[in-house]
T-cell receptor, first 113, second 109 residues
Framework: DAGVIQSPRHEVTEMGQEVTLRCKPI?????LFWYRQTMMRGLELLIY????????DSGMPEDRFSAKMPNASFSTLKIQPSEPRDSAVYFC???????????FGDGTRLSIL | SQQGEEDPQALSIQEGENATMNCSYK?????LQWYRQNSGRGLVHLIL?????REKHSGRLRVTLDTSKKSSSLLITASRAADTASYFC?????????FGTGTRLTIIP
């Protein structure tokens, strides 16, 4: 079975540009999570959706970040405008519900110059 | 903010030895999970233990949970080179998980 698919795997762009990260969760999973991983702050939950509805976005750092889940098989995380401090690895994960494991994609390594 | 703190931060052992990692957390939890992360990859779920369980096994993995001390341990027996990775505990009261800082495990062949 296909796992969580993220694209792109790597993104290098200049400060001020819009960045869009994409995620396809595992089919049948109804929860989707966006995380950011850095050396300084570790793995942080940014936002999670249940049945395509945002449930908790308290981890979204500021208004420059937005996330959408237009349907059960696709989600985006957008940063506009991007800043160098946004450089990190961004992970998407999905699960089939409470007390179920989260399945992670291989992440998008984002570098903002 | 991170709730879980793993100890040690880094661990190097010879292949075949056992590896033990500890996790401490601060608030009440419903469940605790352990994940592994290989370099450049996403996290992989290893095991989940509920707050009313004290010990759980899965293959060469053994996890204990002490809710009175707010701590958990992960034991990997008969370590292999392929076990080289970072290991994270994650605590949850609901579907949301909070990950710890991780233990970097290196298995020396």
């Amino acid at each position: 079975d296909a796992g969580v698919i993220q694209s792109p795997r790597h993104e290098v762009t200049e400060m001020g540009q819009e960045v869009t990260l994409r995620c396809k969760p595992i089919s049948g999973h109804n929860s989707l999570f966006w995380y950011r991983q850095t050396m300084m702050r570790g793995l942080e939950l940014l936002i999670y959706f249940n049945n395509n509805v945002p449930i908790d976005d308290s981890g979204m750092p500021e208004d420059r970040f937005s996330a959408k889940m237009p349907n059960a098989s696709f989600s985006t995380l957008k940063i506009q405008p991007s800043e160098p401090r946004d450089s990190a690895v961004y992970f998407c994960a999905s699960s089939s519900g409470f007390l179920q494991p989260q399945h992670f994609g291989d992440g998008t390594r984002l570098s903002i110059l | 903010s991170q709730q879980g703190e793993e100890d040690p931060q880094a661990l190097s052992i010879q292949e075949g030895e056992n590896a033990t990692m500890n996790c401490s957390y601060k608030t009440s939890i419903n469940n605790l999970q352990w994940y592994r992360q290989n370099s450049g990859r996403g996290l992989v779920h290893l095991i989940l233990i509920r707050s009313n369980e004290r010990e759980k096994h899965s293959g060469r993995l053994r996890v204990t949970l002490d809710t009175s001390k707010k701590s958990s341990s992960l034991l990997i027996t008969a370590s292999r080179a392929a076990d080289t990775a970072s290991y994270f505990c994650a605590t949850g009261g609901n579907e949301k998980l909070t990950f710890g800082t991780g233990t970097r495990l290196t298995i020396i062949p």
